[in-house]
């Protein structure tokens, strides 16, 4: 497979001299004609060739195309299209410096970036504006970002609430989060009801399903990039929000006009606050609270001769503690990140670019329990500093991307520590993994033909587990009986991996095309989880001489067509993957196992398949606007150690899973948007039968997973109201009426979260009630779910 990769690369070079004697070079740059700032994302295409690119990161643009008259389209959302009639001779360049005027209508999707997922290598991936997210129904008022990419085919939710998910039948460990280039660890708030990312931040967020570029690695499922907006560069402004739970605000504006801009962002939940009046000191949860609170910044410099500058951070807690007057055990938990990342980016010659990044990422559990004059601390902890450089160049109609990533890891997994009246116990030496992560790569992107596009890639990862460490030897038993002491930077274990990956798309015509892709990854960092939900008790490990890194391979099929002249975008995308080394904790596990322990000794490991279909129907133009998503799919587990080797489905096997997604402009004040979810029961074990020890009852259970819950289906709707924010005034030029905007801007949002008032399961857990000895025993099955009809409403403002 590796020689075929290699082939194509080989045979793309070749095309090279032949590309440049049939072909002329366009290039050139698009800017806002009123601020002259550039603009990244930019389409320009030809018609009827269909030949274009997407500007890049500096607002500049190059490809090639066939001599000839083309009608030439350049667009940008929320801009009005600019054409423009142009001839293209022989062995010609044409340089084109196009300003785009603005207008104050709401940002639409363009046809040009409806074309280019038909025109695009680019498979399984889907990209979701802010504007978007925001007019969706929102759980207690709270726009989240997580929360809607769970409404796109191939994306199944963890449980109800919660801001986890799962990508194609691969775990929660195998999706990673960028935020600015910097790893997120743990993206949720309140357990997971809430994302950690504030949606007043965020500028543009693109999901890889499995298909990434070489670029992109780390992990097997998944790769979200999220991008955040650089401050306003005009003048000073601010936006926010006040709700039911939690308020935000954004302040942003230029700090050199032209060349710097900054800008930061807060938001805090006051559940503990609302809920303190209402809570009597007597009762068992006075003295108790819980809150959540973020803060994103962000500066950006413009330097000279075509280098940029950032500067990016996120800071974010989660904190509760049980207190009761009534108890006298206490309680504090809390977790929480803290991001740094800074970037370097420099254009050349409108040709090639330079691209560096350098990030800190520290993810923390903490769980402090006191009754008496006992006390019990548990800590996890993960450190990353990481380094990403990047070159990307144009070689005539080659797009070639080269580049590398260093992550040095420093994870400090269940750490506990126990004293009472004074004393403290021995729990063992307190476990510390440090590892060093690194790839380099390279990626080839080009036109062979009118109807063929390629693009391939090869990374080369390696993993090195490092001292200083201590292995506790364990015999068949579990009982420990020997210890290996390693010194720092002492190498225990090293692994190396290639990672191939291509990408084929063959355009049937301007309407329709078939792609085909194949991606191979390690990943050498693993989430062991006990809790069938994403928690933040759940522990990271790197790979180890215990722990093998997880490989997975993904095979892709699909077809993309457009009707209604691009107004109706639809895909079919067939895919099938396999996975390796998958990580679990062996089967009656306890957490306090890992005391005086490694906590890899208590893992077991075994294989996965998953495959399944997704159907995506998405209206992109007119006042109706949203997207139908379907897959059907399944994922397996087979692990030698679990279920007596047998294969079973996983926790988050989902034979079908249906979004429907709609939001409709009313007039200018209303809008209206709705979200309707239905989802196959997940699956969970239960026992099949019990008998009674000691008048203590034992259960049998059944097949690992083999019950599934209820079938999930809940209905969301929403209504944003915007008032009038213009106010009439007399032009003292002319004496005419003129309409001048307000100084704060607002608008009202109403949502009702699970219309009909669905009880969906969230966990099923077993009552007992009469007595053994006289046969009045019985057993009886309940479901807890979480959360009913709720009605929320929100104020949003902007200045």
Do not use: C
């Amino acid at each position: 497979m590796v020689r075929l990769f290699f082939f194509f690369f080989l045979f793309g070079f070749l095309q090279i001299s032949a590309q440049a004697q049939r072909s002329v070079l366009i290039y050139g740059s698009i800017k806002d004609s009123l601020t002259l700032e550039s603009l990244p994302g930019a389409s320009i295409y030809l018609t009827p060739s269909l030949k274009g690119a997407i500007t890049d990161a500096n607002g500049n643009y190059k490809f090639r195309a066939s001599p000839g008259n083309y009608l030439l389209t350049a667009s940008y959302v929320g801009f009005r299209e600019y054409k423009k009639q142009i001839s293209l001779s022989e062995n010609d360049s044409l340089k084109l410096d196009i300003s785009l005027g603005s207008i104050t209508l709401s940002a639409v999707e363009i046809e040009a970036t409806r074309l280019e997922k038909i025109r695009s290598t680019e498979m399984g991936v889907n990209a979701l504006t802010m504007e978007t997210i925001e007019t969706m129904p929102a759980f207690l008022g709270e726009v989240d970002l997580l929360k809607s990419i769970q409404l796109l085919p191939g994306v199944q939710s963890a449980g109800e609430g919660s801001a986890g998910f799962y990508v194609r039948g691969g775990g929660p460990d195998q999706n990673l989060i960028l935020f600015d280039d910097a790893v997120v660890y743990n993206a949720s708030h309140l357990l997971g009801f809430f994302s950690v990312f504030n949606s007043d931040a965020i500028q543009s967020v693109k999901l890889y399903k499995g298909v990434m570029p070489a670029r992109h690695g780390e992990r097997l499922a998944s790769v979200i990039d999220i991008e955040q907006r650089q401050g306003n560069k005009d003048k000073f402004s601010g936006r926010g929000g006040i709700g039911l739970i939690s308020s935000r605000l954004t302040l942003e504006g230029p700090i050199e006009k032209g060349k710097s801009t900054f800008l930061i962002a807060g938001r805090r939940t006051y559940i503990d606050a609302l809920a303190k009046p209402f809570i009597k000191k007597s009762s068992p949860f006075g003295g108790s609270g819980y809150y959540f609170y973020d803060l994103n910044a962000r500066l950006d410099w413009k330097l000279n001769k075509g280098g940029k500058l950032y500067l990016s951070g996120y800071f974010g807690d989660d904190y509760f503690d049980f207190n009761s007057p009534q108890s006298e055990f206490k309680t504090t938990v809390g977790w929480g990140n803290r991001i740094a990342s800074g970037g370097y980016s420099k254009l050349f010659n409108n040709n090639s670019l330079l691209k560096l990044n350098a990030s800190i990422t520290n993810y923390r559990f903490t769980f402090l329990g006191a009754q008496d004059d006992f006390e019990l601390e548990v800590k996890s902890n993960v450190l990353d500093y990481r380094f990403k450089p990047e070159y990307s160049f144009n070689l005539g109609s080659h797009r070639m991307r080269f580049g590398g990533a260093y992550t040095n890891h420093a994870i400090r997994p269940n750490n506990s520590r126990a004293e009472q009246g004074g004393t403290q116990f021995d729990l063992g030496e307190l476990q510390k993994y440090r590892s060093h992560e690194g790839a380099i790569y390279l990626s080839d992107a080009f036109d062979l033909t009118e109807t063929w596009s390629f693009e391939a890639g090869i990374r080369a990862s390696a993993f090195m587990h490092v001292g200083p460490f201590t292995r506790y030897i364990l015999d068949e038993n579990g009982n420990k009986t020997d210890t290996i002491s390693y010194g720092k930077n002492e190498n225990i274990a090293d692994y190396f991996g290639l990672e191939p990956r291509f990408m084929v798309r063959y355009q049937l015509n301007s309407r329709s095309s078939i792609k085909t892709a194949f991606t191979q990854n390690y990943q050498y960092i693993h989430l062991a989880n006990i809790s069938p939900l994403a928690l933040p008790t759940d522990v990271w490990l790197p790979s180890t001489d215990v722990i093998q890194p997880q490989l997975g391979r993904q095979y892709s099929l699909g077809y993309f067509r457009n009707f209604f002249d691009g107004m109706l975008e639809t895909s079919v995308e067939g895919y099938f993957k396999t996975m390796d080394n998958l990580v679990e904790y062996k089967e009656n596990t306890q957490p306090s196992d890992g005391v005086d322990n490694n906590e890899d000794n208590l893992l077991t490991f075994g294989n996965g398949i998953a495959y399944g279909i997704e159907v995506f129907i998405h209206k992109t133009i007119g006042k109706t606007t949203g997207w139908i998503g379907y897959t059907l799919s399944r994922s397996e587990r087979t692990f030698e150690e679990i279920n007596q080797g047998r294969t079973y489905p996983a926790t988050f096997d989902r034979t079908h899973d249906l979004a429907l997604v709609v939001a409709h402009k009313l007039n200018k004040k209303w809008t209206l948007s709705g979200n309707f979810i239905f989802g196959t029961g997940r699956a969970i074990t239960l026992p099949q039968s019990g008998y009674f020890i000691e008048n203590r009852l034992v259960y049998n259970y059944d097949e690992r997973n083999s019950f599934r819950m209820k079938d999930y289906h809940r209905l969301d709707l929403s209504a944003i109201y915007q008032p009038n924010n213009t106010r009439i005034e007399i032009d003292p030029k002319t004496g005419n009426k003129i309409e001048v905007p307000r100084k704060i801007q607002s608008k009202w949002v109403f949502s009702i979260y699970n219309v009909y008032n669905r009880l969906n399961p969230y966990f099923y857990y077993f009552d007992t009630a009469g007595r053994a000895v006289d046969n009045t025993y019985k057993v009886t099955a309940k479901q807890v779910s979480l959360f009913p009809i709720l009605p929320s409403v929100t104020w949003n403002f902007s200045f």
